[in-house]
């Protein structure tokens, strides 16, 4: 392996025959290169769905209440369901063990006034849980606290855009707005992956905000993130589940599709899984048989080569040369080639994938970009492809007798 007169054999036969280097190495690089583009572009793809929804929890049930569509149990139709606390603690601790985090929700759309400036924001009744909810990230301050719902604090939290309206110069946090006519202390400022829209937003503790809506305990919406250890199909059964009980708790037809609503993230995350596998699949299918096909064409590359030169095998031997050292160096070159054309296939590839960056993002493709572990896996799977491919028809090239090879054409 480390013997200097076999690697200046070597590399002056690679100079000596450039055409034969060139043809054997282009398979290998080229084969390194379609792999990192597409497991990128892959990449690229579930980066872009997996941003698509994260604007909020991935786990995400939202339950809602309208007007009844059908009569039941001697009640009308086009009646009002709505939702209050004990409906909430309800949903909440029916399976405590399949609940991430959770939210009520009492959302009102109000005049706010600070200075000269003022607009019309919906202002959100929430608790502390609201925040992973909606996968907020705090720029300023704090969040709204439990101290702040149990004592019915007049605190306020704002979105980014929010502060940009109203206030245009400092920082908001320990400053007062005017809610409706009511003031509320800035606690904390708010970004949001939804964009200008939910930055908009302000919210306060719900407790404040019932109260301030003579004393009711309405609950607009309850957000419940549910365990992420539950199976799409099992977050999808529960949230079926919470329909089922919120009816029956509010006098509800199980065939009214009005009274009690629900949006199940997993149902669409259950679709996206599959159509991310299928795409995982279908690149992985493509990215392996460029890799096969590059195996393929090295290997017959290989046995062209070593045919080519049979002749210098029969000389070698003709001289005293053991076949296994004619094997040890077809197989040597073979290595060095794969080795340093794999190398130049990597480094094409990652440089590719660099050059995109975030250009395909119309295209949906975000990022894209291959783990060093797949790139190495490849990498190593085309080296000892390199290694059989020389060492098979070097082996059996060095069984024929020295008369035989030198009489080969």
């Known amino acids: 392996m480390f013997d200097l007169d076999r690697w200046q054999e070597i590399f002056s036969s690679i100079r000596s025959n450039v055409l034969r280097t060139v043809l054997s190495g282009f398979t290998v690089a080229l084969g390194l290169f379609i792999f990192i583009v597409l497991f990128g572009i892959g990449k690229g793809l579930q980066n872009a769905f997996t941003e698509g929804f994260a604007r909020d929890a991935q786990n995400l049930i939202s339950i809602f209440t309208g007007k009844t569509t059908l009569a039941y149990k001697g009640l009308q139709s086009d009646r009002n369901v709505t939702m209050n606390n004990a409906d909430y603690d309800?949903?909440?601790?029916?399976?405590?063990?399949?609940?991430?985090?959770?939210?009520?929700?009492?959302?009102?759309?109000?005049?706010?006034?600070?200075?000269?400036?003022?607009?019309?924001?919906?202002?959100?009744?929430?608790?502390?849980?609201?925040?992973?909810?909606?996968?907020?990230?705090?720029?300023?301050?704090?969040?709204?606290?439990?101290?702040?719902?149990?004592?019915k604090q007049n605190v306020a939290v704002i979105g980014r855009m929010v502060q940009r309206d109203l206030i245009k110069n400092g920082s908001p946090v320990g400053k007062e707005l005017n809610i409706n006519g009511t003031m509320f202390k800035v606690v904390g400022v708010f970004s949001d992956d939804g964009g200008d829209w939910d930055e908009r937003h302000i919210t306060v503790p719900i407790t404040t905000l019932q109260q301030m809506k003579k004393g009711s305990d309405t609950v607009t919406t309850v957000y419940i993130a549910y365990n992420e250890k539950l199976t799409p199909q099992e977050a999808i059964k529960y949230g079926n589940e919470l329909k089922d009980r919120l009816k029956a708790r509010k006098n509800v037809s199980p065939d009214d599709e009005n009274g009690v609503r629900v949006w199940n993230n997993a149902e669409n995350m259950n679709d996206t899984f599959m159509f991310m596998a299928v795409l995982t699949g279908i690149v992985g299918f493509i990215g392996m048989g460029t890799l096969i096909a590059g195996i393929i064409g090295i290997s017959n590359i290989m046995v062209y080569i070593v045919k080519e030169r049979t002749k210098e095998i029969g000389v070698r031997k003709a001289i005293g040369a053991k076949p296994r050292s004619i094997v040890a160096l077809i197989v040597q070159e073979s290595v060095v080639i794969t080795v340093i054309s794999g190398l130049i296939g990597v480094g094409l590839g990652v440089l590719a994938l660099s050059l995109m960056g975030d250009r395909l993002e119309e295209f949906f493709i975000k990022n894209p970009s291959v783990g060093w572990a797949e790139i190495f896996m490849a990498f190593l799977a085309l080296v000892f492809s390199g290694l059989i491919a020389g060492f098979v028809p070097a082996y059996r090239a060095s069984k024929i007798k020295p008369i035989e090879a030198l009489r080969t054409e």
Request: positive net charge; hydrophobic residues 25%.
């Open 90 to 151: 309800f949903l909440v601790k029916a399976d405590k063990e399949k609940v991430g985090y959770s939210t009520p929700r009492y959302q009102t759309s109000l005049l706010v006034k600070y200075g000269k400036e003022s607009g019309n924001y919906q202002v959100n009744g929430g608790d502390p849980e609201e925040k992973f909810i909606e996968n907020r990230k705090i720029l300023e301050g704090r969040y709204i606290n439990p101290s702040d719902l149990e004592r």
